[in-house]
């Protein structure tokens, strides 16, 4: 049996590919290139992660191969989150990352060759009756479920995760034992291809600066001046630079390019907070029927699941969360990642859908 192995040059990919070969498994690794080669400040940490993926490779006596996705990448990933934050949503790339790209264009271009996809993702498979399901890992820090909540019932069919039901101790503790190069290596944190700058410079470049107002949202008072809504998301605190606070942005208007804010992040009658929300583009990863389901939910990604009621409302012609709570910073544009609990305690992801 043919396996591809996304090998990342770090720990997690490092694990599931030692725990494949001491079944005596041979995995081929693919490193996926996704950085943009041209623009050297958009650049990911390749060099360093090729070395360790083929310190991996000649450990086990493995054979690598590189895949280059980055213009792939920019077409698909870039342009949406560009065109998300623009239209003043909230967009997450890390999720279309994963189906677009890790399980999209990959695939079509070299994974459907290979009968098994394996990833170092944090995140497990249940099977039953013949159905194969996307299930939440044991370390709730770490699960990334929630970012692999668009990828496509075809592509989960093939799809392993070996470190799935392993916690992040669990996982250097065994890289460390078997002397992996990755064993005392950092995390990635952020989105890869932003290399050495920020997320704000890569707005900057695609969107500029436009100065605008902020304005508390009560009292339509003035309170400074910023350089594009593109930079705020609803919700947030830090950055604002306004005195007498902690101040809250509570709503973006896209057409006047005005930023609200306000002090009351609780009070319920704030825009950004509900406690019941529609979703558009549902995505389904496991059958959910009409009825009403209780369900655990995410809308940002956090080691705690949300508790509320899942429903299709005929009204308005989308599914509906009902949340047991009313929450803060509820944005257009987020993805809701829908689950329901399994007999083993873990939590089966159901499919997800962008907040309208």
Not at 79 to 94: F, M, Q
Not at 269 to 294: I, K, M, Y
Request: contains cysteine; aromatic residues 10%; charged residues 25%.
């Amino acid at each position: 049996m043919d396996i591809a192995l996304l090998a990342s040059g770090g720990v997690d990919s490092a694990v599931a590919t030692h725990l494949l070969c001491e079944r005596g498994e041979k995995p081929t690794l693919f490193y996926i290139i996704i950085g943009a080669q041209e623009e050297s400040e958009f650049s990911c940490t390749m060099e360093e992660d090729l070395e360790m993926v083929n310190l991996l490779a000649r450990q086990y006596g493995l054979r690598v191969e590189t895949v280059d996705l980055h213009r792939d990448y920019w077409d698909k990933v870039v342009s949406y989150l560009i065109d998300r934050v623009k239209s003043g949503l909230t967009p997450n790339p890390d999720v279309m990352c994963n189906s677009l790209i890790k399980f999209g264009s990959f695939y079509d271009k070299v994974g459907k060759d290979y009968d098994r996809i394996v990833t170092g993702h944090y995140a497990s498979t249940i099977v039953e009756d013949g159905v194969k399901y996307l299930a939440t890992s044991p370390d709730p820090v770490k699960d990334q479920t929630d970012f692999l909540c668009q990828i496509t019932v075809e592509q989960l069919s093939r799809l392993e995760f070996p470190i799935g039901l392993l916690r992040k101790d669990e996982v250097r503790a065994i890289a460390e034992r078997n002397n992996l190069a990755p064993a005392h290596r950092k995390d990635s944190q952020g989105i890869c291809f932003l290399g050495n700058t920020t997320y704000n410079a890569l707005l900057r470049r695609y969107l500029g600066d436009k100065e605008g107002d902020i304005v508390e949202w009560e009292s339509g008072r003035v309170l400074g001046k910023h350089q594009g809504y593109w930079y705020y998301t609803l919700g947030q605190r830090k950055g604002l630079r306004l005195g007498g606070g902690p101040w809250f942005v509570v709503k973006k208007d896209v057409q006047t390019n005005t930023v609200f804010v306000s002090l009351d992040i609780d009070n319920p009658e704030q825009l950004c907070n509900a406690s019941e929300f529609a979703l558009q583009g549902w995505h389904e990863l496991a059958p959910v029927g009409d009825t009403s389901l209780p369900i655990f939910f995410k809308i940002r990604h956090s080691p705690e699941f949300e508790e509320g009621m899942f429903c299709y409302s005929e009204q308005q012609g989308h599914y509906v969360v009902k949340s047991n709570r009313t929450l803060k910073g509820v944005a257009p544009g987020q993805f809701a990642v829908i689950y329901v609990p399994y007999k083993d305690g873990r939590k089966i992801c159901i499919g997800s859908g962008e907040i309208m």
